[in-house]
C-alpha cells in the first residue's frame, strides 16, 4: 500500500493565489520529499525536510512536517501558470540502519493554475 | 550535463518477448531504482540497487530483472512481458535516497 497519500487530488486557482497541498503517512520515516512532475515527463526534487525539522523554505515554496501527526504540508506562494503540474509526496524509511532506504510516493496532487 | 538516461522512449512489443530498457547516470550516484507510473496508484518502487551488485526489492519486482553491474548503468529486464506491465517507467539515481533524479521515462506498451 502506499506510504504516502496526498490531498487534495486535484487543486485548480488563479495565478497569485497560494495553493496548499498536504500528505499523510503510516510509518516511520528519515526525511519527507515533495517532487513535482510535468505531465508525462520525470520528476522533479523540490524539497526535502528531515524528521527532525518541522519546518523548510525555498523560495516560494514552504514545506512542514508534523511526524506527531504523521503528515506534512507544501505551500506555494503567489502561484503562477507555470506552476501547472502534479506534485508528489515521498517519504524515505531506511534499509537496516543504512544511510540508504526506500522511497515511497504517495499518488499526487494536480495543480491546475489558470492565468 | 548531470542527467540521467533512458533507452528506449517508447516501446511497443509483444507478450512473452525479452526486453531490455537500459538506464545510465553521469553523476557517480551509488544509489539507482526503478519505478512504474500508473494513472490512479502513482509511483511504485520496482528495485533498487545501493551500489554495485547490491540489488533489493522495491513494492512491486514481480515480472521484473536488474542488474547493476557498473556504477553507471542499471538495466530493467523484463524476460516475459504481459499486458499489465504496459507502463510509464522511470530510472532514477541519487548519492542517498534523497535528491533523486529522475529520467525521461520510458513509455512500454505489451500487446
Known amino acids: 500500500s502506499q506510504q504516502g497519500e496526498e490531498d487534495p487530488q486535484a487543486l485548480s486557482i488563479q495565478e497569485g493565489e497560494n495553493a496548499t497541498m498536504n500528505c499523510s503517512y503510516k510509518?516511520?520515516?528519515?526525511?519527507l520529499q515533495w517532487y513535482r512532475q510535468n505531465s508525462g515527463r520525470g520528476l522533479v526534487h523540490l524539497i526535502l525536510?528531515?524528521?527532525?525539522?518541522r519546518e523548510k523554505h525555498s523560495g516560494r515554496l514552504r514545506v512542514t512536517l508534523d511526524t506527531s501527526k504523521k503528515s506534512s504540508s507544501l505551500l506555494i506562494t503567489a502561484s503562477r501558470a507555470a506552476d501547472t503540474a502534479s506534485y508528489f509526496c515521498?517519504?524515505?524509511?531506511?534499509?537496516?540502519?543504512?544511510?540508504?532506504?526506500?522511497?515511497?510516493f504517495g499518488q499526487g496532487t494536480i495543480l491546475t493554475v489558470h492565468p | 550535463e548531470a542527467q540521467v538516461t533512458q533507452n528506449p522512449r517508447y516501446l511497443i512489443t509483444v507478450t512473452g518477448k525479452k526486453l531490455t530498457v537500459t538506464c545510465s547516470q553521469n553523476?557517480?550516484?551509488?544509489?539507482m531504482s526503478w519505478y512504474r507510473q500508473d494513472p490512479g496508484l502513482g509511483l511504485r518502487q520496482i528495485y533498487y540497487?545501493?551500489?554495485?551488485?547490491?540489488?533489493d526489492k522495491g513494492d512491486v519486482p514481480e515480472g521484473y530483472k536488474v542488474s547493476r553491474k557498473e556504477k553507471r548503468n542499471f538495466p530493467l529486464i523484463l524476460e516475459s512481458p504481459s499486458p499489465n506491465q504496459t507502463s510509464l517507467y522511470f530510472c532514477?539515481?541519487?548519492?542517498?535516497?534523497?535528491?533523486?533524479?529522475f529520467g525521461p521515462g520510458t513509455r512500454l506498451t505489451v500487446l
Open positions: 553523476m557517480n550516484h551509488e544509489y
Open positions: 532514477a539515481s541519487s548519492f542517498t535516497t534523497g535528491n533523486e533524479f
Open positions: 540497487s545501493m551500489n554495485v551488485e547490491v540489488t
Open positions: 515521498a517519504t524515505l524509511t531506511n534499509a537496516g540502519g543504512t544511510s540508504y532506504g526506500k522511497l515511497t
Open positions: 525536510i528531515r524528521s527532525n525539522e
Open positions: 510509518t516511520s520515516i528519515n526525511n
